[in-house]
């Protein structure tokens, strides 16, 4: 029999292309989702496994993908990662912004993982949702992003409970800083003391993977984050006083 799929968007960089790299080195076959097509072939043929150009952004961009994940009888795990970031202002008139960072960050993982649940189910498979650190706690730099997050986490808790049902184990993966394409973090990475709390792709994806072999619900990357998720629920007026201090120093 064939073995099950590893399916991972936002799979051309960053940390979906190190969580790729590490399922194509133990041997497993992989689909890499994303929009740009040169990167995402080049990263594919480097992997040797195939690519499929999506945007899981919206219900018309994923069309192709549900019909290759329906004719795919076993999926192994789906690692809902793509995204970006959303650092637009809190209040703009027509409220794009926020639409948008709903429409990638979280309805993404809700319209992906409907397309592989099928597939999932008979593999007893696996899902990760990267979420973040910022489904825990909000910052005022980047509010829509912030928002997203919080609604990604709450339906990957919710999705772990339905999922265990079926025989799928669903991880909500949340990283700190990762230095990547779209998340350079150079600010953090020049302070003194902040740029220790900023990890590589390869260590966030490292620990993910280690979070979901230990059959894991939520983590970390890495796990001394949980602090945050922890001081936000008991102390949120310390957290607030927090988040003003780190936003006049890190924007
Ligand atoms: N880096 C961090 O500090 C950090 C921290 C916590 C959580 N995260 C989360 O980790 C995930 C990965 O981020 P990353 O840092 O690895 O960023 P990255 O290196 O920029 O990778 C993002 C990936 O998502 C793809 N993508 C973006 N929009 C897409 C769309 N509409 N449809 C399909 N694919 C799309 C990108 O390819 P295309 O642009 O070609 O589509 C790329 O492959 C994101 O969900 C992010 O929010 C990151």
């Not at 989702?33 to 952004?57: H, K, N, P, S, T």
């Not at 007893?124 to 997050?149: I, Q």
């Not at 991880?171 to 709390?197: E, K, S």
């Not at 230990?214 to 629920?233: K, N």
């Amino acid at each position: 029999m064939t073995a099950p799929l590893t399916v991972v968007t936002g799979g051309s960089s960053g940390i979906g292309l190190a969580l790729a790299r590490r399922r194509a080195a133990s041997g497993e076959r992989v689909l890499l989702v994303a929009r740009g097509r040169e990167r995402l072939e080049a990263a594919a043929a480097a992997l040797g496994a195939e690519a499929l150009a999506a945007d899981v952004a919206h219900d018309d961009g994923i069309a192709a993908l549900g019909e290759r994940l329906a004719a795919e009888p076993r999926i192994g795990l789906l690692v809902n990662n793509a995204g970006g970031p959303f650092r637009a202002p809190l209040l703009d008139h027509d409220h794009a912004a926020a639409r948008d960072a709903v429409d990638l960050l979280y309805l993404s993982m809700v319209r992906v993982t409907g397309l592989a649940w099928d597939g999932l189910v008979a593999a007893g498979g696996s899902v990760v949702n990267v979420v973040s650190v910022a489904g825990t706690v909000a910052t005022g730099s980047a509010p829509h992003y912030a928002a997203a997050k919080h609604a990604a986490i709450a339906w990957s808790r919710a999705l772990h409970v339905e999922a265990a049902a079926v025989g799928v184990h669903v991880l909500t993966a949340n990283p700190g800083p990762v230095a990547t394409g779209a998340f350079p973090h150079d600010r953090l990475r020049g302070h003194r003391w902040a740029r220790h709390a900023v990890i590589d792709d390869g260590a966030c994806a490292e620990r993910i993977l280690r979070a979901l072999e230990r059959g894991r619900a939520e983590s970390f990357q890495p796990e001394w984050w949980r602090a945050a998720a922890v001081a936000q629920a008991v102390a949120p007026g310390a957290m607030a006083w927090l988040a003003r201090r780190s936003r006049r120093r890190f924007g």
